[in-house]
């Protein structure tokens, strides 16, 4: 099943947007089940866009090897 996230712009660098408030590039992001959730929550950012997610257990360290 595919997962969806929203990212945006700043300071020409993007970022997942989070619930967290405020957050940070460390911040874990807001994950959508349907493309649909993630475009509507894009659409509230004005660079928002919806990228697929790949989760890890723990996405801050990347893929497993």
């Given at each position: 099943m595919n997962k969806y996230a929203v990212m945006i712009e700043v300071d020409d660098e993007l970022m997942y947007v989070s619930?967290?408030?405020p957050f940070n590039y460390n911040?874990?992001?807001v994950?959508?089940?349907t493309e649909e959730e993630a475009?509507?929550?894009?659409?509230?950012?004005?660079t928002g866009r919806v990228v697929p997610y790949h989760a890890w257990d723990n996405?801050?360290?990347g893929?497993?090897?």
């Open positions: 619930a967290s408030n911040s874990e992001p994950v959508f089940d475009r509507l929550a894009a659409s509230t950012w004005k996405w801050h360290e893929p497993p090897t």
